[in-house]
């Protein structure tokens, strides 16, 4: 791979790490009560596994949102505005305005941009779907979401309505903010090591905080983000590049420790909300953050949902595993360009495409 210009440390490493969350594995209990309250039954979960990757959609996470989005394609996609409309409806609040003239405080808050970045995200299928006609929409054979970004691609996958999809990623950012606010928590992207020495790196600043702290995002070879107690922060951002040759840390500007046990406190609410919304097979694949994997039960991945609150988003085995699976190019859809600039750094010959709002 080439090495890390400054522009791409800080398109990725301050743009592509601040988002969001993950919760505790699903208990049995809680998965038999998914499927009862969905009408769910128990089904084959490999449908997927021998899935084609040729065109592969991606959607990105908290932190691709910016003030001023969505402007123009709400302006000239009605499709677009339509969705807003019914997002603002169930939200009770104007999410257009919030997401086109800001506060920025407002719209980078945990509770707002986790449905912005998903309704911006289905704008952009509805702006592909108006430029470009109906089949470069079904071109897709496969989707893919960093983090909150799962939600997104499997409201494209058909699996979650997307007044579903808006209710689950407000519950699912009240229920971080929440956990957020109970003890002092934070993340520091840490560029330039390698896993193995970011692993190393953590256990030392737990030793020397005495608080926890362990790698959360795994976005590719160089570019990891650890989550954990505030103290562990500090000692990450201390010593990483005099002790372990960092090329650089950056603190993020996140509510707390997302994807890791500091998040168990949202698990009950999230799963109450996942509880009474239908998940469908989706009818195109989708990699889950969690296991890096498609499936096609429905109760699987809603246990899955729920589990991704509080584990590592293994975005760089989810990208591996498209790569391997007759990958021919991908389409990013929503606001900025984390996945796709992510995409290049693990693969620079991948060819991707942007549908920006």
């Known amino acids: 791979m080439a090495p890390f210009s400054s522009t791409m440390i800080a398109a990725v490493a301050l743009s592509a790490l601040k988002y969001a969350a993950a919760f505790q594995p699903a208990s049995p209990t809680f998965a038999r009560r998914a499927m009862m309250s969905s009408g769910l039954r128990m089904a084959s979960d490999n449908e997927f596994d021998d899935f084609s990757s040729k065109v592969t959609f991606m959607f990105p996470g908290q932190g691709a949102q910016t003030v001023g989005m969505c402007e123009d394609v709400t302006k000239n996609v009605p499709a677009a505005k339509a969705l807003f409309d019914e997002a603002s409806e169930i939200l009770g609040y104007d999410l257009l305005e919030l997401c086109t003239t800001g506060p920025k405080e407002k719209l980078d808050s945990t509770v707002v941009s986790q449905p912005a970045i998903f309704v911006a995200s289905m704008a952009a299928v509805e702006k592909l779907r108006q430029e470009q006609g109906q089949e470069a929409v079904d071109a897709a054979t496969c989707a893919m979401g ?107 500007a996140v509510a707390g420790a997302f994807h890791t046990d500091f998040m168990a406190p949202a698990v009950e609410s999230l799963k109450k909300v996942l509880e009474g919304i239908d998940i469908k097979k989706p009818r195109i694949p989708v990699i889950s953050n969690v296991d890096a994997k498609p499936h096609s039960d429905p109760a699987t991945i809603k ?19 498209v790569l391997a699976h007759g990958f021919e190019r991908a389409t990013e859809l929503g606001p900025g360009k984390v996945t796709a600039g992510v995409l290049k750094r693990i693969d620079k010959a991948a060819e991707c495409s942007n549908v920006e709002v």
């Open 146 to 252: 960093l983090s909150l970004g799962e939600y997104s691609a499997l409201c494209f996958a058909g699996a979650i309505s997307f007044a579903d999809g808006v209710r689950v990623t407000k519950a699912r950012g009240e229920a971080m903010q929440a956990a957020s606010d109970a003890i002092d928590t934070g993340m520091v992207s840490v560029i330039g090591l390698s896993k193995e020495v970011t692993e190393e790196l953590c256990k030392t600043a737990s030793e020397k905080s005495g608080e926890k702290i362990q790698i959360a995002n795994l976005l590719c070879n160089g570019n990891y983000a650890v989550s954990g107690h505030m103290k562990a922060c500090d000692v990450v951002a201390e010593i990483a590049k005099p002790d372990f040759k960092a090329r650089m840390t950056v603190k993020l």
């Open 303 to 321: 246990e899955l949902l729920a589990k991704q609150v509080t584990s590592p988003v293994l975005w760089e085995d989810s990208v591996a595993s």
